[in-house]
C-alpha cells in the first residue's frame, strides 16, 4: 500500500519527463532499424537474432534512469523527509522500481513489434520470451536500484558505460560462440548471455521451457542476487 | 518492538551523541519533552540542533546514548517511532513535477491514509495555507513563501503527534513568516513541536520551553521567562542620540559607570537612572537625546551571558 504510494510518485516523474521517456524508448528502436540493416552481410542481424539483444540494451539505459532518479532524490531534501516514512528498506525499493515496469514493458513490445514488420519470427512459445524478459528488466531495474544507492550522480555514467559493455559482450549484437575465448567465458559466468540464448533458443528453434531451463536458472539466481542487494544497500543509504 | 507507557514523555534523550569522526557535533544531551509542548532548540548555525533532529527521526545513528520517542527507541524502533512522527526539513522538500495536492496526498498515503481522508486532509491544509488556488500546478512553478508553506503543510498532513519543525520561516518574508507563527500557535497543546530556530524572537514567541545549544551541547534549559530572568534584574535604559562624542561618553562614566555606546547611542546599566542627570550632562556637551526607553532582557543577552558570543554572529 504504501509502496504502491510511493511508485505513484516515482511513475509521475517518470511520465512528466517525456524527452527521457523518448529517449530511452526511441534510441533502441533506431538501434534495431539500424543494426537490422546489415542482415544481409551477415545472418546475426537478422531481427529474430537481433531483437532480443536491442531490448537488453534498452533495459540498460532503463537502468540508468532508475539510478539517475533515485540518486537525484538522494541529493534532495525530499529524500529526507521520504525517508521519515514509516516504510520498511523492501517497500522503498519497490516504490522506486515498479514505474520503470510498465516502461520497460512497452520498450520491449514496441520491440518487438517493429521487429516483427521486420521478419522476427517466435517458433517457440511467446510466453516464454516474454517470461525470460520480465525477470530481465527486474535484474537490470534492481541493479539501477543499487547503483543509485551506492552512487552519487557523477560516476553512474561510468557504472552505465561497464554494463553496457558487458551486455553488449554478453552476446546482445554478436554471436559469443563465434568469437569464443575471454568473452565466452565472461558470458557464460554473467546472465546477459544466458538470458539471450535462452529468448534466441525458443524464438529461431522452439525450445521449450525443459530446453532452456539451465539458461533460466542463471537469470533467475543473479536477479534474485540483485533484487536482494538492492534492499540492502538502499537500507544502509536510509541511515548516514 | 519497545513497550510503550501512557505516562512517557513525547520524547526523552539520555546523553545522547553524535560525533563525525573528531568532531563531537551533539555532546550528551539530557533532554525531556513533556505531550503537548512546544519545545525549541535555540542555537547558532552548526550547533548542533539539525542532527538532533534527524536522530530523533531516524535519519542518522547516534553513536552514543540513547533517545525514545513516545515510549519508542529510535534504535530498536524506528518504524514505530516513524509512524508517531513528521518532520519539516530545514530545505524546502516538495516533489517540483508533482503539484501541491499530488505531494500532500503522497505523505498522507505514505503514512498509511486511506484516499478519502488523504483527499480530505490535502483540501483542509491548502486552504488553511492558502494554496487552494495553485493546488493543481506543479510546484517548481511557485514562489519561495508557497513552497515553504507547503513543505511545513506536508509534514501536517499526516497528524502526527510530534512535530519536528526543522527552521520553518528561514529566508521567508516577514508576512509568510507571521502566517507560519500564527499556525504553529494555532497547533500549541494539541501536539508536540519541536522547532529548531536561530531567530531569538520565533522561540521566545512561540515556546513553551527552549534548550539553548551551544558546540553540540545544552548550555541553558527554561521557559523563556526563566532564561532571561537567570541572567540579570538590572534595569537597563537606553538612550537614543545624535551628536554623541566620546568626551560625553566619558562624563556619563563618570556619573555611571555601566555605559555602553552602541549605533544609535548609548545603553546605561545600573539602579536609581536619573533622566534627568543623563541629560543635564549630555546636553552642554553638545549631545541630543532623541528617545529614551527602558529595555527588557532578550534571549540574545541570554546566549551572550552564557556562551560568551551573540547568537546573531
Known amino acids: 500500500m504504501r509502496a504502491i504510494a510511493l511508485a505513484r510518485r516515482n511513475f509521475m516523474e517518470v511520465w512528466r519527463d517525456p524527452l527521457s521517456l523518448g529517449i530511452t524508448i526511441g534510441l533502441p528502436i533506431l538501434m534495431l532499424l539500424v ?41 534532495t531534501a525530499l529524500f529526507s523527509r521520504l525517508l521519515t516514512a514509516p516504510l520498511k528498506p523492501k517497500e522503498f525499493v519497490a516504490g522506486y522500481s515498479l514505474p520503470y515496469l510498465p516502461v520497460a514493458i512497452i520498450l520491449a513490445a514496441a520491440l518487438f513489434v517493429i521487429g516483427a514488420f521486420l521478419g522476427l519470427e517466435i517458433s517457440g512459445n511467446a510466453g516464454l520470451v516474454v517470461m525470460v524478459l520480465l525477470v530481465m528488466a527486474v535484474f537490470y531495474i534492481a541493479l539501477g536500484m543499487i547503483l543509485g544507492s551506492l552512487l552519487p550522480l557523477a560516476p553512474l555514467s561510468g557504472a552505465y558505460a561497464v554494463i553496457l559493455l558487458l551486455t553488449i559482450f554478453g552476446g546482445a549484437w554478436m554471436d559469443l560462440a563465434a568469437i569464443g575465448g575471454v568473452f565466452q567465458t565472461m558470458g557464460n559466468v554473467l546472465p546477459f548471455a544466458h538470458a539471450l540464448d535462452a529468448i534466441r533458443d525458443v524464438m529461431a528453434e522452439g525450445a521449450g521451457l525443459g530446453d532452456i531451463a539451465p539458461d533460466l536458472y542463471w537469470v533467475i539466481g543473479y536477479t534474485a542476487l540483485v533484487a536482494v542487494l538492492a534492499v540492502f544497500a538502499f537500507k544502509r543509504r536510509m541511515l548516514e | ?91 524546502t522538500a516538495i516533489a517540483g513535477n508533482l503539484s501541491a495536492t499530488e505531494n500532500l496526498m503522497l505523505m498522507a498515503r505514505l503514512h498509511g ?15 488553511m495555507m492558502g494554496l487552494s488556488a495553485r493546488a493543481n500546478e506543479k510546484t517548481k512553478k511557485l514562489s519561495g513563501g508557497m513552497k515553504r508553506r507547503l513543505s511545513i503543510a506536508m509534514a501536517l498532513v499526516s ?74 534584574d538590572t534595569p537597563v535604559i537606553v538612550v537614543e542620540t545624535t551628536g554623541l562624542t566620546e568626551q560625553a561618553v566619558d562624563a556619563l562614566r563618570e556619573i555611571y559607570p555601566q555605559v555602553r555606546r552602541f549605533e544609535a547611542g548609548l545603553e546605561i546599566e545600573g539602579d536609581d537612572i536619573s533622566l534627568y542627570e543623563i541629560e543635564d550632562c549630555l546636553r552642554p556637551r553638545g549631545v541630543t537625546i532623541q528617545a529614551t526607553h527602558r529595555r527588557r532582557v532578550t534571549l540574545d543577552d541570554v546566549f551572550l551571558e552564557l556562551t560568551g558570543k551573540q547568537l546573531r554572529e
Open chain 1, 35 to 75: 543494426l537490422q540493416a546489415f542482415g544481409g552481410v551477415d545472418a546475426f542481424f537478422t531481427p529474430t537474432m537481433l531483437t532480443p539483444g536491442i531490448v537488453l540494451f534498452g533495459f540498460v539505459m532503463l537502468m540508468f534512469s532508475t539510478a539517475m532518479t533515485l540518486s537525484r532524490d538522494r541529493e
Open chain 2, 1 to 91: 518492538m519497545s513497550s510503550v507507557t501512557v505516562e512517557s514523555p513525547a520524547i526523552q534523550t539520555v546523553a545522547l551523541t553524535k560525533r563525525f569522526g573528531g568532531i563531537v557535533a551533539v555532546d550528551r544531551v539530557d533532554l525531556t519533552v513533556e505531550r503537548g509542548e512546544l519545545f525549541s532548540l535555540l542555537g547558532p548555525n552548526g550547533a548542533g540542533k539539525t542532527t538532533t533532529i534527524k536522530m530523533l527521526c531516524c535519519l542518522t545513528r547516534p553513536t552514543g546514548g540513547s533517545a525514545s520517542i513516545m515510549g519508542h527507541d529510535i534504535a530498536k524502533a524506528p518504524l514505530s517511532v516513524k509512524a508517531v512522527i513528521d518532520v519539516s526539513p530545514q530545505e
Open chain 2, 113 to 127: 491514509f486511506d484516499k478519502r481522508v488523504a483527499q480530505s486532509r490535502s483540501e483542509e491544509l491548502l486552504e
Open chain 2, 159 to 232: 497528524d502526527p503527534e510530534v512535530l519536528f519543525l526543522d527552521e520553518p520561516t528561514l529566508g521567508l518574508d516577514p508576512q509568510s513568516r507571521n502566517s507560519i507563527w500564527a499556525y504553529i500557535e494555532g497547533l500549541k497543546g494539541a501536539k508536540t513541536i519541536v522547532l529548531t530556530t536561530h531567530y531569538l524572537e520565533e522561540a521566545d514567541a512561540l515556546a513553551d520551553r527552549i534548550a539553548i545549544i551551544d558546540d553540540g551541547r545544552v548550555v541553558a534549559l527554561g521557559t523563556p521567562g526563566e532564561l532571561k530572568a537567570a541572567v540579570s
